[in-house]
C-alpha cells in the first residue's frame, strides 16, 4: 500500500507501523466518576468495519508522523490521510 | 542432428547452434531456442515424469508456465531444483534434469503399483482410510504416504546463489508482451510515458510466435521482432523478457520475479540469479492470453496427448513434433488450426475428431465431424485412439500424438487478487475479468476475452490510451496492421460420458470426471469443498487446465450452469516462486541487523564472548587464561566487581532526549510515579505502565535542566517505548510543549560498579568537576568532561547494588573511553563484567528486568505499588486500580533459597505450599530468575509468591512436574545483597 503523508508524500506502507483504530486518541478523563468503565472500553471495544476505517499508523522508518489514515477495509482504498496530531487537537485531547 | 528425429524445419530455434543436455543420465541434443520440453520432443521423447498419486507414465501437456505433468529436477547439489517445469526451462549447453517420483526409473517405476489400488485412493481417502488408530497417523501412514505419493527432492545443501530485489516505478506496466502487450506497449512507449513491459517468456511476442498468421505482409514472429527492436531504442520503455508478474497488490503495485541466470549453468559473478521485483505502476494493462484447456477423456493422460494450441507452439516455433503422426481432437475452430500448421510443416495428421456435428471438412486429412475419442491405448506413450463416429461406430486410429483443444480461458488470475470476481461469457464458454478489477488496471487481448490477433491489438492500444488519458498524457492508437479477425466458433465440451477407463481433470494431482463425481455424491458441490476434498487444483500449477474442467463435471451433476456453480478465485503467486527469491539478501547473518557496541572491538580483543540481545552483540562474559567454565568466568567478574570495581558496556539501553517547557509535566504522564519535582542534578528510577495498568517498562529519568530530560529504557523495549512516548505525545496530549529523539547510538554508556568506582572516575574525570559523595550524592547527574575535555554525562545509578556510576560519552569516543577506564583501573585491579555477572548482580540486588516486568505483572506484584500515584493522571493509573488486580493475596516479589545450599533454584519452577497437593489448583507463584550468587555460597532465585511479602521465612517447595524435581526453598527478601542500600550511597 501506498500512505500519502501530508508532509512527505506517497509512502510505502513498509516504513510504517500500524497501531489500529484511531479511537485510541480519545483517551477518557480519568477524573470522570465512570473513568474505569470509559477506560475499559477505550481499551478493549473496537469497531471491525468491512468498509471504511479511520486506523493510526506511526511512520517508524520516516519522520515519525502518527497519522491518521481512512481507509477502505475491503479494498484498501485509502481516501484521507492527517496529522494524528492535528486530529487530536482540533479534538482538544488532553485539555 | 541423428537423434533429433521429431525435429522439424524453420521455426525460431537456431539450427546452427547445437546444445548438449542430459535427462536422466542420457545425453541429447538440441538447438539454441529450444526449451527442455521442445528438445526431449524433438529426441522423441514423450515420456517426462509420472503423476503424484498413482505414478501413471506422463508427457508433456502444454507449452507454457501452466504444464501440470512435465516436472523435472533442474541441476545438482546446492543448485538442484525440484519442480521445475519443463516447459518453460530454457535449455542452455551442458543442462542436467532428472525425472521426478519414480523409482527406479521413469520406464519401471515399482510405485505405479499404487495405480493398481487406485479404486482405493480416490477422493477423500486421506479423511476415510487413515482415520484410526489416531497414533498411526504421524508414524505410520504419513511417511510412508509422503514416500509414496509426492514431487521432486532437494539436496538439502545450501543454495549458493544470490537473490535480490528491487524497485521499479513506471506510468504503465504491461503485462505480457503478446500482440495486446506489444500493442499496448507501443501505443504508450510513442506517446513518452514511462512504460515496463514483462513478459514471462525469454522471447517477446506470445501466440505471434507460436502461430502462422500473418501481420500486415511479414510473419507474426517477425512483427513482434520488429516491436521489440522500436521498444529497445526508447529510452522511456524497460522491457523485462523472463521476468513473471506474480502478483497484484494494493495502489498499483505489482510483484515480479525476473529470472536472471536460470538459463545459464549458474549465474555470473556477483549476478542475481533471480530479481524480486517490486513494480510501482500508474497504471497497468492485464495482456496474460488464455489458457487452452483440455476435454477428459478415458485415458487421456498418456504421454503424446497434448494441448492442439501447444502442438502447434512446437511445430511452428521450436521446429518439434510429438510424433511424426498426430491426430487431433477438438470441439472448435482452433483445432483446425492445429491440423493445418501441421500439414504445412510435413506432419502427417491422422484424422481430426471434432465433437461438433457441423465441423468444417480440412484439406490433407480426414475430418469425423460428431465425433468423439473414448479411449486411448500405449503403456509408456500414446500408440492409438480409440474413436466414435456420429454414426456410432467406433474405430482405433494409429497415431503417436493427440492434440485436444476445449476452447481458451482467459487468464483472469491477477484480476482476482483483490477480491475480484470473474463473470462467465457465454460466446466464449469461459470466464472473463469482472468489473471489480485492482485499482489501476485493465485488461486486453484474449485475457479480456478478445480472443483474435486484430483484437488483441486493436483492446491493447486502446487499454493503452485509456489508461494514459487518465494520468494526462495524450497518446493516439495509430494505424493498426492487418491481423487475423477469426471469431469464436466453438462448441462447449468438458468430457467424454462413454468409454471405460478413468478420465484425467487435474493431471497434477490425478483427480478424475469419477472423483469430481464422487465429491457430488457425498455432498461436496460447493466450489470451496469440491477444490479441497479432491485436491482439484491444488497443485503447483494452481488447476490452470483443470479447474474448469472439474466446475463444467460438477455443474452437470448438480443441474445448474457453470456460473452458478462458481468460480474459485485466484491468489498470488501466478507461478510458483522459489522461497530464496522471496528472502532476497535476507539470509544468513544478513536476515537482521546486527548492531555492535562501542567497545566491540575492545571486547574482541579481550576474547569475550558474545550474546544476542535483539540485534545487539553485546559481551557475556571474558573468559581468562585457565577458565574452563564460563561460571567461573562469570564469579570471577562479581566478585571483582563487588570487591574493587568493574565496567560493563550499557549502551543498548534505550536513551530518549525529552526537551520542551513541558517536559517534566510530559514524564507525569508517561510514568507511574511523579516527576514534576525533581531537582535539576538528579536522577529518578520511573516505571511505566501500559494503558491496562500491567507493569510495560522501567528505566531512569535524569533532569539535565529545567526543560531538559534524558530517559533511559531498557534494551528490548527501546524502540516500543520511543513509539509509544511519540504516541502520547502526538495523540493524546498534543498541546504539551515536548520534543523527542531517540539517541540511543549517539552515547556510548559504562557502568563503572564497586567500592573503587568513584577511585577510578576521578582518575578520568577533569579537575574541574567534584564527584566526591557530598558533591556528586546517590541519584546526582550531571554533564561533565572527561580525559581532557571530552564532553561527558555522569549518572550515579546502581543496577549491581554498589557505589556505581553510569558514564556516556558521544560514541565515537566509546573506545577510547573504555580504553581509559581500563588503564587508570589497572592500580584497582578492575574488571571488565558482561551480561551474565550483571544479571547475577542485579538478582542478588533484587532488581526487576524483563524477566519479572513480563507483560503479566503489575506495579503491586513487583513491590512498586506505592510509585504509582494517585495524584496524577498517567497512562495506567486508572485501571492498574481495578479489583483483579489488586486481590489481597495478590503475586509478590520475593527471594528464594534453597534450605539445602547445595541444590538449586531453577528459574520457571512453581511455588507449592511446603505440604499438601501438587497442582495448578494450588500454585503459590513461579520463579522468574535464578542464579547463583558466588557472594551467598548457594543458588538463588527470584520469583512471585501469593502475598510473598508477608510469607518471609516461609519454607515452600519449588517444583517441576515435567522433570519431576522438588526442591525446599526459604522465602526472602529479594535484596540478598545490602538490603539497607548502604554500599549505594558510600
Redesign the interface.
Known amino acids: 500500500?501506498?500512505i500519502e503523508h501530508p508532509l512527505l508524500g506517497p509512502r510505502d506502507?513498509q516504513e510504517f507501523?500500524y497501531?489500529g483504530d484511531a479511537a485510541?486518541?480519545d483517551?477518557?478523563d480519568?477524573?470522570a466518576d465512570n473513568?474505569?468503565e470509559a477506560?475499559?472500553d477505550?481499551?478493549y471495544l473496537r469497531d471491525n468495519p468491512a468498509g471504511e476505517h479511520r486506523e493510526?499508523w506511526?511512520h517508524?522508518q520516516g519522520d515519525?508522523?502518527?497519522l491518521v489514515v481512512t481507509r477502505n477495509t475491503?479494498?484498501?482504498?485509502?481516501t484521507k490521510v492527517e496529522?494524528?496530531?492535528d486530529?487530536?487537537?482540533a479534538r482538544g485531547?488532553?485539555? | 542432428m541423428s537423434g533429433q528425429i521429431n525435429r522439424l524445419n524453420s521455426g525460431l530455434v537456431d539450427h546452427g547452434q547445437s546444445l548438449n543436455f542430459t535427462f536422466d543420465g542420457k545425453s541429447y541434443q538440441g538447438l539454441a531456442g529450444d526449451t527442455l520440453a521442445s528438445a526431449l520432443l524433438a529426441n522423441g521423447v514423450r515420456l517426462m515424469g509420472r503423476s503424484f498419486k498413482y505414478h501413471r507414465p506422463r508427457g508433456v501437456l502444454t507449452a507454457g508456465s501452466e504444464e501440470p505433468n512435465a516436472l523435472v529436477e533442474l541441476r545438482q547439489g546446492g543448485r538442484q531444483e525440484p519442480n521445475t517445469r519443463a516447459t518453460v526451462a530454457e535449455l542452455y549447453d551442458g543442462l542436467e534434469a532428472q525425472s521426478q517420483n519414480r523409482w527406479p526409473s521413469l520406464q519401471r517405476d515399482l510405485m505405479a503399483v499404487n495405480d493398481l489400488f487406485s479404486n482405493f485412493l480416490t477422493a477423500g481417502f486421506y479423511y476415510k482410510t487413515f482415520m484410526w488408530p489416531k497414533a498411526f497417523w504421524e508414524t505410520l501412514y504419513e511417511p510412508i504416504i509422503r514416500r509414496a505419493a509426492g514431487l521432486g527432492s532437494v539436496s538439502g545443501e545450501d543454495d549458493p546463489d544470490v537473490y535480490d530485489k528491487g524497485f521499479l516505478h513506471c506510468d504503465l506496466l504491461v503485462i505480457g508482451a503478446g500482440p495486446a502487450g506489444l500493442s499496448a506497449a507501443l501505443t504508450a512507449g510513442r506517446a513518452g510515458a514511462r512504460v515496463i513491459l514483462a513478459d514471462e517468456d525469454f522471447a517477446l511476442g506470445g501466440r505471434l510466435n507460436s502461430e502462422s498468421f500473418a501481420i500486415s505482409d511479414m510473419a507474426g514472429s517477425a512483427w513482434a521482432a520488429q516491436t521489440v527492436a522500436e521498444l529497445t531504442s526508447m529510452d522511456n520503455v524497460r522491457l523485462l523478457p523472463r521476468t513473471t508478474v506474480v502478483g497484484a497488490f494494493d495502489h498499483g503495485i505489482y510483484g515480479a520475479v525476473e529470472r536472471i541466470a536460470d538459463h545459464k549453468p549458474q549465474p555470473g559473478t556477483a549476478e542475481p540469479r533471480q530479481i524480486f521485483w517490486r513494480i510501482y505502476s500508474k497504471r497497468a494493462v492485464l495482456c496474460a492470453g488464455a489458457t487452452e484447456r483440455p476435454i477428459a477423456f478415458p485415458n487421456n493422460d498418456r504421454p503424446g496427448i497434448m494441448m492442439a494450441g501447444a502442438v502447434r507452439s512446437y511445430a511452428n516455433r521450436w521446429a518439434a513434433t510429438p510424433h511424426e503422426r498426430v491426430a487431433v481432437f477438438t470441439n472448435n475452430d482452433d483445432g483446425h488450426r492445429t491440423a493445418t500448421d501441421l500439414i504445412a510443416k510435413g506432419v502427417q495428421v491422422a484424422a481430426v475428431i471434432d465433437t461438433r456435428a457441423d465441423a468444417p471438412a480440412i484439406d490433407g486429412t480426414e475430418c469425423f465431424a460428431g465425433a468423439q475419442v473414448i479411449d486411448s491405448k500405449g503403456r509408456l506413450g500414446l500408440e492409438t485412439v480409440t474413436i466414435r463416429t456420429a454414426q456410432g461406430f467406433t474405430s482405433e486410429i494409429i497415431c503417436g500424438a493427440l492434440a485436444v483443444s476445449g476452447g481458451w480461458n482467459p487468464n483472469v488470475h491477477l484480476t482476482c487478487h483483490q477480491r475480484g470476481r470473474p463473470q462467465w461469457n457465454e460466446a466464449l464458454a469461459a470466464f472473463v475479468p469482472g468489473e471489480s478489477l485492482p485499482i489501476g488496471l485493465s485488461v486486453a487481448g484474449a485475457a479480456a476475452g478478445a480472443l483474435s490477433t486484430h483484437g488483441a491489438m486493436e483492446t491493447g492500444a486502446a487499454r493503452a490510451v485509456e489508461a494514459l488519458a487518465d494520468l494526462g498524457i495524450q497518446a493516439t492508437p495509430g494505424d493498426l496492421p492487418q491481423a487475423e479477425d477469426a471469431p469464436v466458433n466453438l462448441q462447449p465440451f468438458w468430457y467424454v460420458k462413454d468409454g471405460k477407463g478413468r478420465a484425467w481433470i487435474d493431471q497434477q494431482n490425478d483427480v478424475t470426471v469419477k472423483d469430481v463425481k464422487l465429491a457430488h455424491q457425498e455432498n461436496f458441490v460447493s466450489v470451496e469443498h469440491l477444490k479441497r476434498y479432491t485436491t482439484l487444483g491444488m497443485a503447483t500449477d494452481q488447476g490452470k487446465t483443470s479447474n474448469m474442467g472439474g466446475l463444467a463435471v460438477m455443474a452437470e451433476m448438480t443441474g445448474k450452469s457453470i456460473p452458478e456453480t462458481g468460480t474459485t478465485i485466484f491468489r498470488p503467486p501466478y507461478t510458483p516462486v522459489a522461497m530464496g527469491t522471496l528472502a532476497g539478501r535476507a539470509v544468513g547473518k544478513q536476515f537482521h541487523p546486527t548492531r555492535k557496541t562501542p567497545s566491540h572491538k575492545w571486547a574482541t580483543e579481550q576474547g569475550a564472548v558474545f550474546t544476542e540481545v535483539g540485534d545487539w552483540l553485546r559481551a557475556q562474559w571474558y573468559p581468562r587464561k585457565g577458565e574452563t567454565h564460563w561460571r567461573q568466568s562469570v564469579d570471577r567478574e562479581v566478585l571483582a566487581t563487588r570487591n574493587s570495581v568493574g565496567v560493563c558496556d550499557v549502551t543498548t539501553l534505550g536513551k530518549i532526549d525529552v526537551q520542551g517547557a513541558d517536559a517534566a509535566e510530559f514524564l507525569n504522564k508517561i510514568y507511574a510515579n511523579g516527576f514534576a519535582k525533581l531537582p535539576v542534578g538528579k536522577v529518578r528510577y520511573g516505571l511505566m505502565l501500559r494503558e491496562d495498568g500491567i507493569a510495560y517498562d522501567d528505566g531512569t529519568a535524569a533532569r539535565f535542566a529545567e526543560d531538559h530530560f534524558v530517559v533511559t529504557t531498557t534494551t528490548a523495549n527501546a524502540v516500543l517505548v520511543y513509539r509509544q512516548m511519540e504516541f502520547a505525545r502526538q495523540c493524546l496530549w498534543p498541546d504539551l510543549d515536548v520534543q523527542l529523539i531517540s539517541t540511543t547510538e549517539a552515547w556510548a554508556q559504562y557502568a563503572v560498579a564497586g567500592p573503587n568506582s568513584r577511585r577510578l572516575l576521578q582518575k578520568i574525570v577533569d579537575a574541574e568537576f567534584d564527584i566526591s559523595n557530598d558533591a556528586f550524592p546517590f541519584m546526582a547527574c550531571g554533564e561533565i568532561t572527561v580525559c581532557g575535555g571530552c564532553r561527558a554525562r555522569l549518572f550515579r545509578i546502581s543496577f549491581s547494588g554498589e557505589l556505581a556510576y553510569e558514564i556516556a560519552v558521544p560514541t565515537r569516543y566509546g573506545d577510547a573511553l573504555i580504553r581509559a577506564l581500563m588503564e587508570a583501573g589497572e592500580e584497582f585491579d578492575v574488571t571488565p563484567y558482561g551480561t551474565e555477572a550483571l544479571g547475577v548482580m542485579r538478582i542478588e540486588k533484587g532488581h526487576a528486568t524483563g524477566n519479572e516486568i513480563n507483560g503479566t505483572t503489575t506495579a503491586l506484584n513487583l513491590g512498586l505499588g506505592r510509585m504509582v500515584s494517585k495524584k496524577k493522571d498517567c497512562i495506567g493509573n486508572t485501571l492498574s486500580e481495578r479489583g483483579g488486580l489488586n486481590e489481597p493475596d495478590a503475586l509478590r516479589l520475593v527471594g528464594l533459597k534453597p534450605v539445602n545450599a547445595t541444590q538449586t533454584v531453577t528459574a520457571g519452577g512453581h511455588l507449592m505450599n511446603k505440604d499438601g497437593p501438587v497442582d495448578a489448583a494450588h500454585d503459590q507463584g513461579y520463579v522468574t530468575s535464578a542464579a547463583y550468587s558466588p557472594n551467598l555460597g548457594s543458588s538463588i532465585g527470584l520469583g512471585f509468591l501469593k502475598n510473598g511479602a508477608d510469607r518471609i521465612g516461609e519454607v515452600i517447595r519449588l517444583v517441576n512436574p515435567l522433570e519431576g524435581s522438588e526442591t525446599e526453598v526459604e522465602v526472602v527478601s529479594a535484596h540478598f545483597v545490602d538490603p539497607e542500600g548502604e554500599r549505594l550511597r558510600a
Open positions: 500500500m501506498i506502507a507501523v497501531l485510541m486518541i483517551r477518557p480519568w477524573q473513568a474505569d477506560f475499559h477505550y481499551l493510526l506511526y517508524e515519525r508522523s502518527w475491503l479494498t484498501h482504498e485509502i496529522l494524528a496530531r486530529v487530536a487537537r485531547c488532553g485539555r
